[in-house]
Nanobody, 118 residues
Framework: QVQLVESGGGLVQPGGSLRVSCAAS????????MGWYRQAPGKQRELVAR???????NYAASVKGRFTISRDNAKNTVYLQMNSLKPEDTAVYYC????????????WGQGTQVTVSS
């Protein structure tokens, strides 16, 4: 199984920016589409952005225009640049392969907490 380690979260004021990173183990990283997911307190985990092995990107409507997903296959790392952050972006952010059933898939990293608050 792929092992995933997320980092880079923190506390940021509304309107601020943050970049989170995810280091993945395994030689198959470059052939997998990857996604960033988030889970806010009391809410279901949701996909916010995904990137194909070739670099095609898709975003959830709630983050489109503010978040940018990217990947570095040489480093087995995927990034999420988050700009114009809002309080409703507060959540634990996870990366993983895509597609997966977020309700049933059980191989997750520890996630990284992002808190947007003044």
């Amino acid at each position: 199984q792929v092992q995933l380690v997320e980092s880079g979260g923190g506390l940021v004021q509304p309107g601020g920016s943050l970049r989170v990173s995810c280091a993945a183990s395994g030689s198959a990283f470059s052939i997998n589409a990857m996604g960033w997911y988030r889970q806010a307190p009391g809410k279901q985990r949701e996909l916010v952005a995904r990137i194909s092995s070739g670099g095609s990107r898709n975003y959830a409507a709630s983050v489109k225009g503010r978040f940018t997903i990217s990947r570095d296959n040489a480093k087995n790392t995927v990034y999420l640049q988050m700009n114009s952050l809002k309080p409703e972006d507060t959540a634990v952010y996870y990366c993983n392969i895509w597609p997966i059933d977020v309700l049933r898939y059980d191989n997750w990293g520890q996630g990284t907490q992002v808190t947007v608050s003044s």
